[in-house]
């Protein structure tokens, strides 16, 4: 065997490239990862089309198509959908994964590696990004079946994966922080529960303004609230330009904070 | 100059100091083994050698190279191995290879020939396009290797690679770093093992409490513990009659003692065993059994530090 360096390393690219480059060989590995093992993404999509069967079979009486004006002419499960959406992108499992890779030892072989230590944060979340959109693609194709529609057409539904599936990064890169920071499955796992109150105080069985008042001011008060609505303004109204836009600056600022902890963070770990 | 160069690496983990002034080289194409128990810092100092860990003080220069200021550097030269095999259970062979590859900046034809040529050469040619979760531990422990040299490091760090192995792939492993060093790899290998360190290192460093105690080639240290020796019970043989026996072997050899009822004598370098055993024999000595005694860890440790190694207590 040859023991000779041969100077692989950089070549003139400039470090933003490398972490891009790096961070879609890492997303595309987790890609891969997830057509190999399909059964896992099954939670992904069973559990949240199951509470929206459930939900909609519990409420769909008390909240009849014609007669309640928040549903702009539609059935119940077209306002429950971007509930379903929501909690679907809030089961991505990039912080357990990290957690396995920290403890048995490959984190450490890529960090001695030349890998941009951002990609090691963004790679996972790529493949996050894809497969929460390959899901909720499927989940709204499903809902589509079953007569509900999407008022703003194709463009609006191509926006509505685009911001579930940027929150669903947002999520599994808060959850990779928690990953980092405690290095401990347990911790992560229980971490991840923070999408209970997260998604449920939003106003995800009606409108925000006709939950109670503790209930109203807690779901003002919850960032999520902002994605649900922007989604369910899709569905519902088609293009509401202040619910769209609450729901990108929720998702965008969320991200860049992610981020930042994030990046910070691999660049002390040690 | 040597390629690998410690001085007075310091790093403390709250009130724990793992390493408290560590110094040693490695020179250009050899093995040093650094000997110690668990706790002793042994992972501490490779960890800041591939710039997993910073230092709180001293200087590691790889290549002239300083780990701490210069880490981006470091990393396209070294290799490393830890003490668990460190590989992605989801892949198969080829694909763990290719994308370590791809971390070290080869397109993707370069990268599928680095795998084909390590496949061939850790024996896991017919595994290749396997999924990782199926291999056995010596598998997954030739492909982690393997994954450590895609960049051909030149330096590769072994951090104890035969811990958890059964003694077959134990010995294996074996035969593969020999390999390698045979190849000119400079190596930094910890282990807990002395034999490991003496079948595979040129230079061993015995470490305690995170610094240097002793350093040496595996038969220097050796003398310090007084050497391998040779007990044999002779049954109802005389004292006199056994010290005669030995005979003209009797100035190369340790003074004899007995222990247990067996008469024990030191062997010294230039001596071996079975001349002690033909000797006896030949004098019509009646030896009941006879057994050649190695130098352990806890010899070792016991003579150097006056404690035995399993004292120390773990905190790595």
């Known amino acids: ?270 | 100059m040597p390629l690998v160069e410690v001085s007075g690496l310091t790093r403390s983990f709250g009130d724990t100091n793992a390493l408290a002034g560590l110094d040693f080289e490695v020179e250009r194409g050899t093995v040093l083994g650094m000997l110690g128990p668990n706790g002793a810092g042994k992972t501490t100092a490779v960890r800041i050698l591939t710039t997993l860990l910073r230092p709180n003080a001293g200087t590691a220069l790889i290549d002239g190279i300083n780990v701490a200021t210069e880490p981006r550097r470091i990393r396209t030269r070294i290799g490393l191995t830890g003490q668990y095999a460190a590989v992605d259970e989801r892949l198969t062979a080829r694909e763990n290879l290719q994308l370590i590859g791809r971390f070290f900046r080869m397109n993707k034809a370069d990268s599928r020939e680095r795998a084909a040529e390590l496949l061939a050469k850790f024996r896991l040619e017919e595994a290749g396009d396997r999924v990782v979760s199926g291999f056995s531990g010596g598998m997954r422990r030739r492909l982690d290797i393997s994954m450590s040299l895609v960049a051909r490091p030149i330096v590769l760090f072994l951090d104890e690679p035969t811990t958890g192995l059964d003694p077959r792939s134990r010995m294996e492993m074996w035969d593969l770093i020999d390999e390698l060093t045979a190849d000119g790899m400079t190596t930094l290998l910890t282990t807990q093992y002395l034999d490991e360190a003496d079948r595979l290192a040129d230079q061993i460093l015995v470490i305690d409490h995170g610094r240097g105690i002793a350093t040496g080639t595996a038969d220097e240290l050796k003398d310090r513990v007084g050497g391998a020796r040779v007990s044999f019970d002779v049954g109802d043989a005389a004292p006199e009659a056994v010290l005669a026996g030995i005979g003209e072997l009797r100035s190369a050899l340790g003074e004899p003692f007995t222990a247990d009822g067996a008469f024990v004598v030191p062997v010294r370098p230039g001596t071996t065993a079975p001349q002690v055993m033909r000797s006896l024999m030949s004098a019509g000595i009646d030896v009941v059994d006879f057994e050649l005694q190695r130098p352990t860890l806890d010899d070792v440790f016991l003579t150097l530090t006056g404690r035995p190694a399993e004292e120390v207590v773990a905190d790595e």
């Open chain 1, 1 to 270: 065997m040859t023991a000779t360096h041969q100077g692989t390393a950089g070549g003139g690219a400039t470090e933003s490239s490398n972490a891009l480059r790096d961070s879609f060989i890492l997303g595309g590995r987790a890609i891969r990862e997830a057509l190999r093992t399909p059964d896992s993404l099954f939670p992904t999509m069973f559990i949240p089309l199951f509470f929206l069967v459930v939900n909609v079979g519990q409420a769909a009486k008390i909240f009849p198509s014609e007669g309640t004006p928040f549903l702009f002419g539609q059935s119940y499960g077209a306002f429950q959908l971007p509930a379903s959406l929501l909690l679907s992108a809030s089961f991505g499992g990039a912080g357990l994964y990290l957690v396995e890779e920290i403890e048995g030892g490959y984190f450490d072989k890529l960090r001695a590696t030349p890998i941009s230590r951002m990609a090691l944060v963004l790679g996972r979340l790529y493949a996050e990004f894809v497969k929460t959109a390959a899901v909720a693609t499927v989940m709204v194709l499903l809902a589509l079946a079953f007569g509900i529609r999407i008022k703003s057409g194709i463009p609006g539904f191509l926006v509505m994966v685009v911001m579930v599936s940027l929150w669903a990064m947002v999520f599994a890169g808060f959850m990779q922080l928690l990953a980092l920071k405690t290095r401990s499955a347990a911790a992560t796992q229980g971490g991840s529960m923070i999408f209970f109150p997260l998604l449920f105080l939003t106003p995800n069985f009606v409108p925000r303004d006709q939950l109670t008042r503790p209930m109203e001011i807690a779901a003002t008060l919850n960032p999520v609230t902002y994605i649900m609505e922007g989604v369910r303004s899709l569905v519902l109204e088609g293009f509401n330009g202040a619910a769209i836009g609450k729901g990108f600056a929720v998702v965008g600022v969320t991200m860049v904070l992610m981020l930042a902890l994030s990046i910070r963070m691999v660049n002390n770990y040690d």
